[in-house]
T-cell receptor, first 109, second 118 residues
Framework: DAKTTQPPSMDCAEGRAANLPCNHSTISGNEYVYWYRQIHSQGPQYIIHGLKNNETNEMASLIITEDRKSSTLILPHATLRDTAVYYCIASWGAQKLVFGQGTRLTINP | NAGVTQTPKFRILKIGQSMTLQCTQDMNHNYMYWYRQDPGMGLKLIYYSVGAGITDKGEVPNGYNVSRSTTEDFPLRLELAAPSQTSVYFC?????????????????FGPGTRLTVL
């Protein structure tokens, strides 16, 4: 699995868009980019995944650069409940997801 | 659906004791996983299973054993508890989708078991 690099922490004002970057410069062609988040000490929660194209669901949008070496998770209207640790993972296949230390996102009122 | 359930929620063990962490899923997922998360760190894979009767080691399997006799259950056994096994344990399940050339894998996690070994 490709190594990912994320900033250790970020802040965002409530109601604004939160843009979380992730670098995965060694990603291979068949590796997906996943985003999960972990609120307090709960189990991680799946947010979104993508391969080449940008993706959007009810929670977030995922923007992947054309060369696939980096991506951005966008939470369009952040709320206090979005305060969590966000994990970016690049992985192929079904066996495992390698969780790094993620980005601690704090939404401020 | 209850999703992925784990018992117990909390447990304190003495060094050398044994215990089994229970994990059950009701989503008919083929794949199941056990992770541990130490304070301030990401999750590390202990064991995983791709179906009943099939298990394989992850990144940190030492000190643990697993079995998978049914699709629904995937218990994790600690035989001789050590302080280094103090951690939060998460169980997850999934059914990978896509083709072999582009398979993705959304995992669903349980609430975790917080284990302290003293």
């Amino acid at each position: 699995d490709a190594k990912t690099t994320q900033p250790p922490s970020m802040d965002c004002a409530e109601g604004r868009a939160a843009n979380l970057p992730c670098n995965h410069s060694t990603i291979s062609g068949n590796e997906y980019v996943y985003w999960y988040r972990q609120i307090h000490s709960q189990g991680p929660q799946y947010i979104i995944h993508g391969l080449k194209n940008n993706e959007t669901n009810e929670m977030a949008s995922l923007i992947i650069t054309e060369d696939r070496k980096s991506s951005t998770l966008i939470l369009p209207h952040a709320t206090l409940r979005d305060t969590a640790v966000y994990y970016c993972i690049a992985s192929w296949g079904a066996q495992k997801l390698v969780f790094g230390q993620g980005t601690r996102l704090t939404i401020n009122p | 659906n209850a999703g992925v359930t784990q018992t117990p929620k909390f447990r304190i063990l003495k060094i050398g004791q044994s215990m089994t962490l229970q994990c059950t899923q009701d989503m008919n997922h083929n794949y199941m996983y056990w992770y541990r998360q130490d304070p301030g760190m990401g999750l590390k894979l202990i064991y995983y299973s791709v179906g009943a009767g099939i298990t394989d080691k992850g990144e940190v399997p030492n000190g643990y054993n697993v079995s998978r006799s049914t699709t629904e259950d995937f218990p994790l056994r600690l035989e001789l508890a050590a302080p280094s096994q103090t951690s939060v344990y998460f169980c997850a399940s999934s059914t990978p989708s896509g083709t072999s050339g582009g398979q993705y894998n959304e995992q669903f996690f349980g609430p975790g078991t917080r284990l302290t070994v003293l």
